[in-house]
């Protein structure tokens, strides 16, 4: 039943998807990958992670998944899954170009990639 409800949301972010206004507070976060729920080759084997694990490598890895998220003041909020690596121009550009209008104001950790924003509100 859960992936029928997440499969239904993820269809109508396609089909109408959030756009940001006002004031937008955006950052990006990393997580480490998981497998739960994927189907895998018979040959592939790694070992198990625990709950609360860490990553095997120090630092950024390709271990870990880049989450861009981007919340308004007034509640309306996104999160996209976009890389295995740091988010750079494109993978701003892809998540928030098309969902900010002109008026937005975004606040954001200072990192070079969203000066891509800078022309688009």
């Given at each position: ?58 630092g950024?890895?390709?271990e ?13 909020a ?44």
């Amino acid at each position: 039943m859960r992936h029928k409800i997440l499969f239904a949301v993820e269809q109508e972010e396609i089909e109408n998807p959030t756009k940001l206004s006002g004031v937008c507070e955006a950052d990006e976060t990393y997580v480490l990958e998981s497998y739960k729920g994927k189907k895998m080759p018979n040959d592939f084997w790694r070992k198990p992670r625990k709950h609360g694990a860490v990553a095997a490598k120090p630092g950024l890895s390709n271990e870990y998944v880049c989450v861009c998220a981007g919340v308004e003041r007034d509640g309306n909020a996104i999160a996209v899954a976009v890389y295995r690596a740091i988010a750079g121009k494109e993978d701003i550009d892809r998540v928030f170009g098309e969902r900010v209008s002109e008026s937005t104001l975004i606040l954001s950790d200072g990192a070079k990639g969203y000066s891509v924003l800078n022309g688009k509100c």
